[in-house]
């Protein structure tokens, strides 16, 4: 049996003495030298420099390696992510600079004790879901290398499927950290927006980009994520949110796309898989709900038919006007989009933008994950070469509005077509879910029965998860413009607070419609006459709790709330006197019905 690189493997040799990170160092090196001419790779860590510092990790003590929790894991980096020293080229050896300093999340990784193999190759600037369009040569689908390996980070998503590395970083705006995943048998994890910092990565669409974390298994992904996860300064995108520990309900609700709307572009395999994803799904206690997804695949379209592709434009335009010929053609012409964009159109897809998510938020109220395929199917690299734009479109159709809806996600394995390429299915969630989306996709991942990437070999039993640094914490119920989706949902979201469970309250309250903008509800305790009305209990960091309570305005305050099923925690409530004239809309049962009324 060959030697696993997955986490679990790794740290169980190192901790029995079995192995060094000098051997793991010297396998990994024989396995690139065996691969030969693969494509995955722009630039490697010199072998020397990968020796030294493996003997430098196994001389540490053992309290100092047991501190390290990222000891001697290797791991790769997409090149468009900067390491210090190396250069970053994006795919393009015209842009190409090397950097005086790491990345943030790269240098968070090393300091974890991780040992980085190199900087892998990918679709140049990130624009594409294919891993064709670079001049490094495409990386090669282990699994069947007459079809295209995925982009953009597909040297990243290769590099682990093939049991070079134990994990790589990758980036994703439109799906380039899930659809490689899906085309290698991989995890790919795909968090909240800023929750790792981009400070160092070259951007694609820098308001939609997050970097993304491929894996063999959905605990290693969380690993990682969890070291790399922390505001930074450095990036203005950056948020400081909490991810919760990777656990599940007992029964759960997801979404699955209706039947006259799923698209598998003729790939009949594909739709059978998804099938028996949602039985799997349904085996492990879930209750299958369909949902509209018409909002969804029209904020999808917004990424190449709306303004956002001028931030493509924003990042190449230098490069544009002094040497075009440098940039791929596809790309080129993609980027060069942009300029048909004006100030006036740009704002005009903002606003577009905001009416669809207005009308997607509503999913929230039924589910508490989406459970969509990866891609609808896979293309062979001569028929992406033959039609690269119509068919890299094509494999975004269940990835592309994640980013612009500010959701968290995560693709796993599934089965096998019988050209041995794999399928798989993606769960998603709201912001900072990457807790329970990893614990649903292990299980899910487990019931597929597939070994790890293209390694053949099976997965390994669950391991206890380390224990996330503890935290204090306070619920907060909230009933009106703070629910999920809602306008002021952002104050819990950018504070790092996670959504915990959806509620009703104790049959004791009146609900009403304030005056004023945003519209907000105002709830009052009544001693007789009341009904229950729907809530969010969201956890609150506790340092957080008094800047987030002192920013809410009169009537509104925060009180104790009594939930259905007698417990108390704190939640909004109105001053009575708040709802002289305003409007009874106990009714409706809640907010979001009432506001969908009108």
Known sequence: MPLSLDFSCLRAAYAEGRLSPLQVVTEVLSRIDAAGDDGVWISRVPAADLRSRAEALAALSAPERAALPLYGLPFAVKDNIDVAGMPTTAACPAYAYTPAGSATCVAKLLAAGAMLIGKANLDQFATGLVGVRSPYGVPRNRLNPAYVP??????????????????????????SGRVPAGFNNIVGLKPTRGLISCAGVVPACRTLDCVSVFALTADDALAVLRIATGFDKKDAYSRDGAIGPAARPASFRFGVLRPDQREFFGDAETAAEYDRGIARLTAMGGTPAEFDYTPFLATAKLLYDGPWVAERYAVVRELYASNPDTIHPVTRAICANGLKYSAAATFEGFYRLEELRAAARGVWDNVDVLFVPTSGTIYTVEQIKADPVRLNANLGYYTNFVNFLDLSAI????????????????????????????????????????????????????????????????????????????????QLTGIGATLARSVRTAAAYRLYALHGEPARPGLVRVPSGGAAIQ?????????????????????LGIGKLQIEDGTNVC???????????????????????????L
């Open 150 to 175: 995925g982009g953009s980070s597909s040297g990243s998503a290769v590099a682990v499927s093939a049991g070079l590395v134990s994990f790589a970083l990758g980036t994703d705006t439109a799906g």
């Open 535 to 555: 809530a969010e209990v969201w956890t609150v960091p506790a340092e957080r709790f008094g800047a987030f309570v002192a920013g809410i305005p009169a009537p």
């Open 411 to 490: 693709a796993v394995p599934g089965g096998f077509r019988g050209n041995g390429t794999p399928m798989g299915g993606t769960l998603i969630a709201p912001p900072f879910a990457e807790g329970l989306l990893t614990a649903l996709g292990a299980e899910l991942h487990t019931a597929a029965s597939v070994p790890m990437g293209a390694t053949g070999i099976r997965l390994p039993p669950r391991q206890p998860l380390p224990a996330a640094p503890a935290a204090r914490t306070i619920d907060v119920a909230v009933i009106g413009a703070h629910l999920s989706g809602q306008p002021l949902n952002h």
């Open 571 to 597: 939640g909004f409530i109105c001053e009575p006197l708040g709802i002289a004239g305003a409007r009874d809309i106990t009714e409706f049962g809640g907010w979001r019905a009432y506001r969908n009324s």
